[in-house]
């Protein structure tokens, strides 16, 4: 690819304007999924008893309602759909910025992969690095998109409340409802998504196996490397420290394997294309049992990962790989955590989640 198509398309530009994006509407997606599970601020539209038989019909028929022939099912909805429309507006619109985002990605990702862009870590780190949290923001927000229980019943009663305030229905219901649909099951929908773009996942991913693998090293291998030690090397000790690639260094081990979890999830298909892909993966599995989505919701990806790979056909070896590296996750990572074998302590490094999430006192 030459330089001048690089900066005609802006890609550096679109990747940090779409991950300042995709934030902003994971955590109004968040917010909506607390505010609609917790009894004390869900919205009294849906624990009115007369709105029971409006709630069932909208979520037996979402996304195919029609208005003007169920008026019997939506009285109650017509009623007040002044009151409706306003409360529910700005969910609804939340849910439009989704639809929005993901077009946005859709026609990204896809540029990208015309363009043939190359990425490594190690050569163009702020490049791979907005790739790679791109990607991990996408997914997050669709899991966390599909975990919202109330989502066809919040986007549903507004269409419903705007076509009898307004006698039309809003031109984009139909497209947002269609995209409800096709993430009620959303790890397969991703992966279809994520086909065509395997190989650039893949390749951002792969430039991570050197770092991943040297920064993932135990406690006992940094010491027999003397890499623990202020006098292995006395004579260097006032020489200043100098690398070329100085910004990997800055990198968190939880963020790196939140990419290749999260990145091999969507393309599992990467697993049998390099030794290198596999035993990046077998190593992630390895160090956490849970992956960060944001907040306190978490992906259980050892069980995610295994549903997922056990509905395709020839994954057998990746379960048994998966399974392996389960156990071995549990038995050393939060042993070691929290000091049953005798080492380290409570709260000690990124792997405290794992015990929290756990219930580990």
């Not at 968190?252 to 030794?275: D, H, Q, T, Y």
Request: include cysteine.
């Amino acid at each position: 690819m030459s330089l001048p198509s690089v900066y005609q398309n802006k890609f550096a530009e679109k990747l940090t304007i779409l991950n300042d994006r995709g934030r902003g509407v994971l955590v109004r997606i968040y917010n909506i999924k607390k505010t609609c599970s917790d009894p004390k601020t869900r919205l009294p539209f849906f624990s009115d008893k007369a709105m029971e038989p409006s709630v069932k019909f909208i979520n037996k028929k979402f996304p195919h309602l029609d208005v003007r022939s169920s008026t019997q099912h939506l009285g109650p909805v017509h009623k007040d759909k002044g009151d409706i429309a306003r409360a529910l507006g700005p969910f609804y619109h939340s849910f439009l910025d989704v639809l929005e985002f993901r077009d946005h990605v859709y026609e990204l990702l896809n540029t990208i992969d015309a363009s043939q862009c190359f990425f490594d870590i190690h050569i163009n780190y702020d490049f791979t690095k907005s790739y790679l949290d791109l990607v991990v923001t996408y997914v997050s927000l669709i899991l966390l998109l599909a975990r919202t229980e109330d989502r066809r019943l919040l986007i549903g009663m507004y269409h419903c409340a705007h076509e009898m305030s307004h006698g039309t229905s809003d031109p984009s219901f139909a497209r947002l409802g269609q995209m409800v649909l096709e993430y009620d099951h959303p790890l397969k929908k991703l992966m279809e998504e994520f086909g065509p773009h395997t190989k650039a996942v893949t390749s951002a991913l792969l430039s991570l196996h050197f770092l991943f693998a040297r920064r993932n090293q135990g406690a006992e291998q940094w010491r027999s490397d003397q890499l623990l030690s202020l006098l292995s090397t006395t004579g260097t000790m006032l020489s200043p420290a100098s690398s070329d690639t100085m910004a990997c260094e800055y990198l968190s081990l939880e963020v790196m394997e939140r990419w290749i979890l999260m990145g091999f999830l969507v393309c599992p298909g990467a697993l049998g294309s390099s030794p290198q892909c596999l035993e990046l993966w077998r190593l992630a599995l390895q160090g956490s049992l849970y992956v960060t989505l944001l907040r306190d919701e978490a992906l259980q990806v050892h069980k995610v990962t295994e549903e997922l790979l056990s509905s395709l056909k020839g994954y057998g070896k990746r379960v048994a790989d998966l399974k392996e590296c389960k156990e071995h996750a549990v038995a050393h990572r939060l042993g070691t955590q929290w000091g049953v074998n005798g080492s380290g302590g409570a709260g000690e490094g990124p792997r405290a989640k794992d015990c929290r999430v756990l219930g580990v006192p």
